[in-house]
Every structure is written in structure tokens, then in C-alpha cells.
């Protein structure tokens, strides 16, 4: 079924999944008018309880995302323009890191610059073994502006973001695996496949227990350690009274697969 698509940006639910797919050929360049029906996109599936889970990918074989919309780089006139640009971005990917069903980026191709940023602002990275990875904003005299610079060194670690900042250099699906930036490298013609099996495995969960795990983990990252413990006893003392919990528990010792109602 097919919900909330735009000109540029394809929404499909179907067993409990929605793909969300980028497409604006030939690279799938992020311009205004798809940022802003990926928005759209986002708000829609965050109100669909048909859609438990997300895929987010890009139309055709070449690219996931090659990066932001270069012409209109080109057109920005002023600083305001270009911090309402960067504003822009920066908005709909902290919707996809904060929305409450988990978001996995299944990266079919090119991910550079702002398709990047928008991988790492998902929950799980999907990635085919010939994709290529980077942040080349340097190269045309910029610095990343979608979060790139803010994300990359928390998932790689900071000298290694600093130098693929810094020399704007791609790399391998394989060295962006050993790094931790993708959970699982597969092959080309795989990656849509892959990403929609791991989101059927984690649609099966109950959604209440989905939620609270990735609102605890994101507000926890942010957390002294013991402040963190603490809103987790507290998100396990809600779920604890939840029917799912006591589906889960009860499915367990009947040695059954559970059944959960979402509640």
C-alpha cells in the first residue's frame, strides 16, 4: 500500500514496513523539495500504525543518496540562506533519529555528504559491498552541514572523522563496516532484501518494548551514567505492566512464540 509519496520521495507499507525511497535521479540528490516531502513522508508513517518499522533507500542501483543538491549550493546568497539550508537538513534527520519506530538505511549505492548524514541518522545501516562512503564538502570548499560532523565522530570515533572530513576521501562499505558507521555489510542486489528481513525480525517485537528501547538508549546517550540507569528502571517499570509483558513472559514459559497486541 502506498501512503504519503511525493514527486521525489516513493512510501510503501507492507507487512508492518514502510520504504521510504529517495528517488530523484540519477543520484538521488537531496534538494529542498525532497527534503521537504521526506518530511512529510516521516510525519505520515510516525501516525501509521500499519508501519512498524522503516526503510529508508534510494531509487535504482547507482546511488542511495550522492549527496545535497550541488546547483542549489550554488544559489545561496546570503548566510541566512545557507543556515535556513542547513537548518532544513538538520531538522528532518533528527526527526529519523528521534522518530519512535526504528529506522533502517538500506544503502544501495553511492552514500556521500548529505546522503550519509542521512544514513547515519538512522537507526541501522544496511549497506551493499559496493557502496562507497564519505564527506566531500571539503572539496568544494564547505564543511558538512547535515550533521556530518556532529554524528561521524560519535560512530568512528573522532580522529578517524576528522580525517574523512578533512581529505573528503571515499572509502569501502568494508572499511566503513570494521569502523562501526554500517551494522552489516551484503551483497549489491542484496541490500533492499537484507533491510527489509531485519525489519520484519523487529516488526515481530512488541511495539511498546521497541519504543521505549530506542528512547531510552537516545536519551541515555545524552545522560551521566547514573542518571541514564535511572530512566531506563524507569521505562522497565511501565513496560513491566504492560499486556505485551505479560504476553512475552507467558509466551516464554508455555514454550510459544508470543503474540503482541502493540499495548
Do not use: Y
Amino acid at each position: 500500500m502506498a501512503v504519503a509519496s511525493g514527486e521525489n520521495v516513493k512510501v510503501a507499507v507492507e507487512d508492518r514496513v514502510a520504504v521510504v525511497t529517495i528517488d530523484h535521479r540519477p543520484v538521488n540528490a537531496l534538494n529542498r523539495q525532497t527534503l521537504q516531502e521526506l518530511d512529510r513522508a516521516l510525519d505520515a508513517i510516525a501516525g501509521d500504525p500499519a508501519a512498524k518499522v522503516v526503510v529508508i533507500t534510494g531509487g535504482g542501483s547507482l546511488a542511495f543518496v550522492a549527496g545535497a543538491d550541488v546547483k542549489e549550493v550554488s544559489q545561496l546568497g546570503s548566510v541566512e540562506a545557507a543556515k535556513e539550508m542547513a537548518a532544513l537538513g538538520q531538522s528532518v534527520f533528527l526527526k529519523i533519529q528521534r522518530l519512535s519506530k526504528p529506522v533502517i538505511a538500506a544503502i544501495n549505492g553511492v552514500c556521500l555528504g548529505g546522503g550519509c548524514e542521512l544514513a547515519m541518522a538512522c537507526h541501522l545501516r544496511i549497506s551493499g559491498d559496493r557502496a562507497r562512503f564519505g564527506q566531500p564538502e571539503i572539496n568544494l570548499g564547505i564543511i558538512p552541514g547535515w550533521g556530518g560532523t556532529q554524528r561521524l565522530p560519535r560512530l568512528i570515533g573522532r580522529a578517524k572523522a576528522i580525517e574523512w572530513i578533512l581529505t573528503g576521501d571515499m572509502v569501502t562499505a568494508q572499511e566503513a563496516l570494521r569502523l562501526g558507521l554500517v551494522n552489516q555489510v551484503v551483497p549489491q542486489d542484496q541490500v533492499l532484501k537484507a533491510a527489509k528481513n531485519l525489519a520484519r525480525k523487529i516488526a515481530a517485537k512488541g511495539s511498546v518494548a521497541i519504543r521505549e528501547s530506542l528512547r531510552a538508549i537516545e536519551e541515555g546517550l545524552h545522560l551521566p551514567l547514573e542518571q541514564g540507569l535511572a530512566r531506563e528502571a524507569d521505562a522497565f517499570g511501565r513496560i513491566a505492566a504492560t499486556e505485551d509483558c505479560r504476553e512475552g513472559v507467558s509466551a516464554f514459559l508455555e514454550k510459544r512464540q508470543p503474540q503482541f497486541k502493540d499495548r
